[in-house]
């Protein structure tokens, strides 16, 4: 039998312990175990998380299919996007194709142009970079995203 000392049981332990799988959950998941134990308030946040989840899901899903049908001669110049351009028709293909679900546009024009304005300084003049493809070209599914991303994150919180 082999005699380990006490340091080396917990070396050991420590190991061991460091070899359990991980078991981590969201805090939308946190919340729905909470609503099943009857707290209300968490099934309310849970839904709404569900929800946002979902919504982003489907922002995803537009801009995949905006940048297969995306005129690039329009919104490129020298294989760089042009964001404030792109800006203006990425938010009215959005809100068309979410009308349905009741998603319209909260800014007047004058404001969504000025928006649009400070995207495009953000990404090109500013971080220099803007997403793109496998193949160096500008990738418009994430920029649909970004965009989107940043109406709700920026554009709606200025206009307040």
Known sequence: MIKLSYRQYLHVFIIFIACLPVA??????YHQRQCVKGNT????????MLEGE??????????????????????????????????TVVLADYFKQ??????????????????????????????????????????WSTIYYYIVEHYYGYCLRQSL
Not at 63 to 82: I, Q
Not at 105 to 118: F, K, M, P, S, T
């Open 98 to 139: 979410e009308s349905d679900n009741g998603i319209k546009r909260g800014v007047a024009i004058d404001i969504l142009e000025l928006c649009a304005n400070h995207y495009h300084d953000h990404w090109r003049n500013r971080k220099m970079w803007w997403p793109t493809n496998d193949a160096g070209e500008p990738d």
């Open 41 to 48: 308030v968490s099934c309310g946040k849970a839904a709404a």
């Open 24 to 29: 981590a959950e969201s805090i939308r998941e």
């Open 54 to 87: 979902r919504h982003a899901e489907r922002i995803v899903e537009l801009g995949d299919n905006f940048a297969k049908t995306v005129d690039r001669s329009a919104l490129e110049e020298g294989n760089k996007p042009l964001l404030n351009e792109a800006y």
